[in-house]
């Protein structure tokens, strides 16, 4: 999936999950970084390592798990956040990096990404192809965003009461 495809979809899901601004915010945040910290670790030698440790899904699985677990199991709220509770930002932490776990289940969904052991096998489908200019979306990347992304601001929008 391209960028705007990961944001999209990571807003309106982590949104509708939890009903919070600042969680769906932290998951947008995380939602490219798969992808942009190969630019950090290999520069122009990238696309050599693209989809390799940096999706593999066992750190980032792991790492927001702990996050939320030291957040006692809650989501952010704008009050906890402007003052400065731990438990929020712990929070916040743990959404970033399911943002970037739902980068890389989405990934799964239009090639192959590490399973176990990021040197080993991998897996995922080819269920759409994605476009190959880059900030572009791909007609089966646009028709699962746009299904996804619209189920879920639905769903927000029924758990919040204003449907």
Do not use: Q, Y
């Not at 950090?40 to 990238?46: A, Q």
């Not at 957040?71 to 929020?88: I, V, Y």
């Not at 743990?94 to 990021?118: N, R």
């Amino acid at each position: 999936m391209t960028g705007h495809g990961h944001r999209i979809v990571n807003f309106t899901l982590v949104g509708a999950v939890t009903c919070s601004l600042p969680a769906a915010l932290c998951a947008l945040l995380g939602a490219t970084f798969p992808d942009s910290s190969e630019w950090l670790l290999w520069g122009r030698n990238r696309n050599r390592w693209h989809r390799r440790f940096t999706h593999w899904f066992v750190p980032w699985l792991v790492l927001s798990l702990l996050c939320l677990n030291r957040a006692g199991w809650r989501t952010p709220t704008l009050a906890g956040l402007t003052e400065g509770e731990s438990g929020d930002l712990w929070a916040c932490a743990g959404f970033w990096l399911a943002g970037g776990l739902l980068h890389i289940a989405m990934d799964a969904c239009c090639g192959k990404v590490p399973f176990l052991l990021p040197w080993r096998r991998t897996f995922g489908a080819h269920l759409f192809r994605t476009s190959p200019r880059p900030g572009e979306l791909s007609p089966g990347e646009m028709a699962v965003t746009f299904f996804l992304s619209a189920t879920a601001l639905g769903a927000w929008a029924a758990r919040s009461g204003l449907l």
